[in-house]
């Protein structure tokens, strides 16, 4: 098993940033150190005017496919899992997302933003989270919250694991957390190295 602090988990309420957050962490370490190899991918919504109509997966190279809509009907999307209003298009989420799971030697980090409930549909994403925790490679990921106190199982099991440290965002953190997670990141690949 990994060693410890392996795993950066970022959670909050839904709306305090954590998206932007590892968008932006994400930005900083391509630009101090350009050579480190990331994958993965993150969550971003769709808007049609001021209405949030759904969101799709965003690969860190730029590539996207929709992870989950109001509008979408045809006569797969009959089947498709609900979260709320959304549908949940796992085969369009596991297409771009898993690709981008598969743990290779030279990898350095990996970004998962998120590991939620629309995401959890998918029967092989989870797996292939474990897969990523166990190859001791850093992972920077976020969670949702609890509803209700009660967490989904596969988010408590990573909120759980021995290698994970824990960051609840909210308004009044999240000016510096950036640089925090940051500078924690670039610590753990400096460990990796040695």
């Not at 968008?23 to 919504?45: C, D, H, Q, W």
């Not at 949030?52 to 009907?73: C, I, K, Y």
């Amino acid at each position: 098993m990994g060693g410890p602090g392996r795993c950066l988990l970022v959670t909050g309420p839904s709306g305090v940033g954590k998206t932007t957050l590892i968008v932006k962490v994400f930005e900083m370490l391509k630009a101090s150190s350009p050579n480190l190899k990331i994958k993965g991918f993150y969550t971003r919504e769709i808007r049609q005017g001021s209405q949030r109509v759904g969101f799709e997966v965003v690969t860190l190279d730029g590539r996207t496919a929709p992870l989950a809509s109001t509008s979408v009907s045809s006569s797969e999307s009959l089947r498709w899992p609900t979260v709320g209003r959304y549908k949940v298009d796992i085969a369009s989420f596991e297409s771009l997302a898993l690709p981008e799971l598969q743990v290779e030697k030279d990898t350095d980090l990996f970004i998962i933003d998120e590991v939620g409930k629309m995401e959890l549909f998918s029967s092989s994403f989870f797996p292939a989270v474990l897969k990523v925790l166990e190859s001791n490679t850093p992972l920077l990921a976020s969670i949702p919250i609890p509803k209700f106190g009660r967490d989904i199982p596969g988010v408590a099991r990573l909120r759980n694991h021995p290698g994970a440290n824990i960051l609840t965002l909210n308004p009044s953190n999240r000016g510096e957390a950036n640089e925090q997670i940051h500078g924690e990141i670039l610590n753990m690949l400096e460990q990796q190295q040695h």
